[in-house]
C-alpha cells in the first residue's frame, strides 16, 4: 500500500509562488509515477500537472503551463509542485496521486493524499 503526505500549502497573494510536497512511504516510489490535482469548492477535480517515475515525462493542464513545474526526488521519495505567479483561481485543495506504472498522465490514479489547502488572495 502506498501512502501519500501532501504539505506546503497556505495563503499567498495574488502573483506569489508556493512550493508543494508530496511525502511517499509503503512502497518503491521510483515504481510509480506521480501526478498533482486539485478541486476547489463547488467544483470537479482537475488534473494540474504528472511525472513519469524516473521523470522524463511531464504532462500540465494548460490553465497551469509556464507557472507550475511538477518534479520529484526518488531518493527521498517526493514528489513537489513548485507554483509561481499564483492567481486566485489557482485556490483550491492540492492533491498528490500515485499509480503503478511508468506513466499514469492524466489518470485515472490509484493512490491518493489527503490534501493540502491553498489559497490566492487577490
Known amino acids: 500500500q502506498m501512502q501519500l503526505v501532501e504539505s506546503g500549502g497556505g495563503l499567498v497573494q495574488t502573483g506569489g509562488s508556493l512550493r508543494l510536497s508530496c511525502a511517499a512511504s509503503?512502497?518503491?516510489?521510483?515504481?510509480?509515477?506521480a501526478g498533482w490535482f486539485r478541486q476547489a469548492p463547488g467544483k470537479e477535480r482537475e488534473f494540474v500537472a504528472a511525472?513519469?517515475?524516473?521523470?522524463?515525462?511531464?504532462d500540465y493542464a494548460e490553465s497551469v503551463k509556464g507557472r507550475f513545474t511538477i518534479s520529484r526526488d526518488n531518493a527521498k521519495n517526493m514528489v513537489y509542485l513548485q507554483m509561481g505567479n499564483l492567481k486566485p483561481e489557482d485556490t483550491a485543495a492540492y492533491y498528490c496521486?500515485?499509480?503503478?506504472?511508468?506513466?499514469?498522465?492524466?489518470?485515472?490514479?490509484?493512490?491518493w493524499g489527503r490534501g493540502t489547502q491553498v489559497t490566492v488572495s487577490s
Open positions: 496521486a500515485a499509480k503503478s506504472q511508468p506513466w499514469a498522465g492524466r489518470g485515472p490514479y490509484d493512490y
Open positions: 509503503g512502497r518503491t516510489f521510483s515504481a510509480y509515477s
Open positions: 511525472l513519469s517515475r524516473l521523470g522524463w515525462t511531464t
